[in-house]
């Protein structure tokens, strides 16, 4: 079986993003979405050269409960291969909580 496209989508709530005040939600989450692009493309790419990736990271205002990220993996027959959208959705998983753990992508509130 040989893999055509990697779908990846996730939301970020950026009122769920910090547990204490001093943060710009908005442009923290932007930066995060990047981030999270990132580490999903790269990983992606290094894995899989030459096969079509999507990865679309929702922002949306407001807290909310966690959802996890989505993975769809389609063969070239066009057909969704689950066993390997499930690998990757823990893989993608473990990879974006390695790559976001510092918190380099909060923005502290301006002060002023």
Known sequence: MTIAKIFVTDIIRTGSLFSEDGYDECQSGEKLAALKGQIIVEYLEGRYPGVEICADIAIQEGKGGVRPLEVIVFS?????????????????????????????????????
């Open 76 to 112: 070239e027959e066009n057909e969704n291969v689950s066993s390997e959208s499930a690998k990757l959705q823990e893989q993608l998983s473990q990879k974006i909580l390695q790559g976001t753990a510092d918190y380099s992508w909060a923005v502290k509130a301006d002060q002023s």
